[in-house]
């Protein structure tokens, strides 16, 4: 599968690289490039990231390509290979999902050992914090690794950790695997991302525009300076502002000038109304600078990727 010309994956690499909806003929560079002191190993994710489902590889030069693929709990293999080109091939097909893509090379079992047995978690604890997961997966920002912190540490109490790693990532997976089924029935191109596509427009404008960003306004106030650049202005939501959103209510911008007028902020403001306008969003905002935006009507579907 590909999406607007790029392949549906996620690729990080040994030396904290990610690279997001490449092509194919960007992949095969990557593969190439591995095999130095650092720069060794490609894992490649699915967008959306699906629990248990990855493929890697792994390269030193002189060496043998190691390349294996995950699918679900117990099918894990993997081969050796001597050409990158074929490694390369071989991880566009399982990108692409194309029938058949892993024909033609002896895969190996691997063996994943025994299984670790995770206890239930009691009725009243689970409850609790899947309340909290279904809300941070309503926001549609959090990664599963996020979300395994967020339900480990939600009811810490002292040295009382009522949620294990183990527990967590199994209540993670399943309500991820739900939000992924209810994100199916999603038509056409969803408010979030009419949204992303004015933050788009507006920072090639020269305002600097971020998501999620921080967490409340004032954190967000703060922050927005280091993300400047060259910017003349920004705009932002924070995480509050998000969660407010996914309930049901609108979205609350913070905007402004880098120049701290009164004068620059109303310009980034009606720029903002104008970019959200552009992508068919409607906005309440009196025109003051003091005033945030509002982004009302919002149906809040944001999709996962993880």
């Given at each position: 599968?590909?999406i607007d010309g790029g392949l549906a994956i996620k690729v990080e690499t040994e030396n904290w690289q990610t690279h997001a909806r490449i092509s194919a003929g960007r992949l095969r560079e990557l593969v190439e490039r591995i095999g130095s002191r650092g720069d060794r190993f490609l894992i490649l994710q699915r967008i959306p990231d699906l629990p248990d489902v990855f493929a890697q590889v792994w390269h030193e030069e002189g060496g043998d390509y190691r390349l294996e693929h995950r699918l679900g709990e117990d099918a894990f293999h993997g081969t050796d290979l001597a050409d990158a080109g074929?490694?390369?091939?071989?991880?566009?097909?399982?990108?692409?999902?194309?029938?058949?893509?892993?024909?033609?090379?002896?895969?190996?079992?691997?063996?994943?050992?025994?299984?670790?047995?995770?206890?239930?978690?009691?009725?009243?604890?689970?409850?609790?914090?899947?309340?909290?997961?279904?809300?941070?997966?309503?926001?549609?920002?959090?990664?599963?690794?996020?979300?395994?912190?967020?339900?480990?540490?939600?009811?810490?109490?002292?040295?009382?950790?009522?949620?294990?790693?183990?527990?967590?990532?199994?209540?993670?997976?399943?309500?991820?695997?739900?939000?992924?089924?209810?994100?199916?029935?999603?038509?056409?191109?969803?408010?979030?991302?009419?949204?992303?596509?004015?933050?788009?427009?507006?920072?090639?404008?020269?305002?600097?525009?971020?998501?999620?960003?921080?967490?409340?306004?004032?954190?967000?106030?703060?922050?927005?300076?280091?993300?400047?650049?060259?910017?003349?202005?920004?705009?932002?939501?924070?995480?509050?502002?998000?969660?407010?959103?996914?309930?049901?209510?609108?979205?609350?911008?913070?905007?402004?000038?880098?120049?701290?007028?009164?004068?620059?902020?109303?310009?980034?403001?009606?720029?903002?109304?104008?970019?959200?306008?552009?992508?068919?969003?409607?906005?309440?905002?009196?025109?003051?600078?003091?005033?945030?935006?509002?982004?009302?009507?919002?149906?809040?579907?944001?999709?996962?990727?993880?």
């Open positions: 599968m590909e074929r490694v390369a091939e071989l991880l566009t097909g399982w990108a692409r999902q194309d029938p058949g893509w892993d024909t033609g090379v002896e895969w190996e079992p691997i063996d994943l050992g025994p299984q670790e047995e995770v206890p239930e978690l009691p009725d009243d604890v689970r409850q609790k914090v899947e309340e909290r997961v279904r809300a941070r997966l309503r926001c549609g920002y959090d990664s599963r690794a996020v979300l395994v912190e967020i339900a480990e540490d939600h009811l810490v109490d002292g040295d009382l950790r009522p949620v294990s790693t183990a527990q967590a990532w199994q209540l993670v997976d399943r309500l991820w695997w739900e939000r992924l089924a209810e994100q199916e029935a999603w038509e056409g191109v969803t408010d979030p991302e009419r949204l992303s596509s004015a933050f788009e427009a507006l920072e090639a404008g020269g305002i600097t525009a971020r998501e999620n960003f921080a967490c409340c306004r004032g954190c967000g106030m703060t922050e927005i300076g280091a993300e400047r650049a060259d910017a003349r202005g920004f705009v932002f939501f924070h995480q509050q502002a998000t969660e407010h959103a996914a309930d049901g209510h609108g979205l609350s911008l913070y905007y402004g000038g880098f120049d701290g007028s009164e004068e620059t902020t109303t310009a980034v403001g009606h720029e903002v109304v104008a970019a959200l306008a552009g992508v068919g969003l409607s906005t309440e905002w009196d025109g003051s600078p003091g005033r945030a935006i509002n982004v009302t009507p919002l149906t809040w579907h944001k999709r996962l990727e993880g």
